[in-house]
């Protein structure tokens, strides 16, 4: 009964981890709170830092001591910064508020994913990881379109009311993961490490890391530079009020997708990879090179529609061949720990190139940084499935 509860709570909780304020961050941060574009990329990579030094470590946490308790504390995290935006209109407050919400996505990240995992494993289902968790997705942005168009309206009669939003949705967030029921999975005593590095160095090997690597940047390359793309937006002439349409309309069509992504899983894992450089590609041709208003609209809504199933595609191909180990959450959030990474360097490299030779200009290097990527990725993810294979063959001997 309580793994079942699990999985139907699953798109509604994920409708709540969804920031119902993302669109006007950086617009809050320059508008309301005066800042100028290289303040907002050090918060973001400030921000960043300080996930990337939880991230990892608050998943063996949940891996540990339950991660329905670390969807909890995530929550209450999450809900405190999001309040700090209301009451801190200065440097200090944003960057506050951006390092309190970055600890609590930090114990987040990873934990809901593993607990409803091990509730398939304990139900004998856990090959439909990627149809459940898709369509948890796809339900969770019905609703979050609603949320994403209405909550920006606020904007204009108080700044400060889409972030009041943003406390009541953690808020209900937290009493989502209340009712979370932990599954009792049993795992072999001789895979249990006494530390956290111990069980990392189970993990990440000299075979895995180039994979971790990648797939962290794929992860942060868009994120990373979010801020830029939407003051991007701004320099194409949209106007900040409508930029909550654009994201509900990019919610809409991702929940479309997310009733049949799940059938990218029969593309093998360097062909999805492909597919997925390719999409997010689409990004700095529209605004860098074409530098059109429609075509980034278009662009950033395939994006947005394709990212929001992103992680579940890696994480599914990810525990085709690790689904069995210990440690999910631990792996999960350190593919994401270095995802935080690379948002670091990212904001830093495109925010700096942004104030020194133009927003659209800077974004057009970043077409050229994908290009580069790709056979990396592709050669990352090989060795990455060539060890899994054997690691798998001498545990069965």
Not at 28 to 40: K, P
Not at 129 to 146: G, H, T
Not at 182 to 211: C, G, M, W, Y
Request: net charge positive; proline share 3%; charged share 10%.
């Amino acid at each position: 009964m309580g793994m079942q509860r699990n999985i139907h709570l699953f798109g509604v909780y994920k409708v709540f981890t969804k920031r119902v304020f993302l669109p006007l961050t950086t617009i809050y941060a320059s508008q309301a709170a005066g800042l100028s574009i290289a303040q907002i990329g050090l918060i973001a990579s400030l921000a960043s830092g300080v996930s990337l030094f939880f991230e990892s470590a608050t998943g063996y946490w949940a891996d540990v001591h339950g991660r329905k308790k670390s969807a909890q504390i995530g929550s209450l995290l999450a809900c405190l910064g999001t309040f700090m935006y209301i009451v801190g209109q200065n440097f200090t407050g944003i960057l506050s508020a951006s390092v309190v919400i970055a600890i609590g996505y930090s114990f987040l990240s990873g934990a809901m994913e593993a607990l409803v995992h091990d509730s398939l494993v304990v139900l004998k289902r856990e090959r439909d990881y990627a149809k459940i968790a898709s369509r948890a997705q796809s339900l969770s942005l019905v609703a979050n379109a609603v949320f994403i168009a209405t909550v920006p309206l606020l904007y204009p009669i108080d700044k400060r009311l889409p972030f009041v939003a943003g406390v009541i949705a953690y808020l209900v967030l937290f009493s989502l993961a209340s009712l979370l029921t932990e599954p009792s999975v049993q795992h072999d005593p001789l895979t249990k490490e006494k530390n956290f590095r111990a069980a990392v160095r189970r993990i990440i090997t000299r075979r895995t890391l180039p994979f971790f690597v990648c797939a962290g940047f794929i992860y942060a390359v868009i994120t990373g530079i979010t801020d830029v793309f939407n003051l991007g937006f701004i320099e194409l002439g949209l106007e900040p009020q409508h930029m909550g349409i654009v994201f509900s309309v990019a919610s809409l069509v991702g929940a479309v997708v997310g009733l049949f992504v799940h059938h990218l899983k029969r593309l093998s894992f360097q062909q999805y990879a492909t597919l997925d450089v390719m999409v997010n590609a689409t990004m700095f041709v529209s605004f860098g090179l074409l530098r059109s208003l429609p075509l980034a609209i278009g662009a950033f809504v395939l994006n947005m529609s394709l990212w929001r199933y992103q992680k579940i595609m890696y994480q599914h191909y990810v525990l085709e061949f690790y689904g069995n180990k210990r440690y999910k959450a631990t792996l999960l959030s350190l593919i994401s720990n270095f995802g935080l990474f690379h948002e670091i360097w990212l904001a830093i490299a495109f925010s700096s190139l942004a104030q020194q030779i133009g927003i659209l200009q800077g974004l057009s290097y970043g077409l050229g940084m994908m290009m580069l990527f790709l056979p990396v990725f592709l050669l990352s993810i090989r060795l990455f499935v060539t060890n899994a294979r054997a690691s798998s063959l001498s545990s069965n001997q």
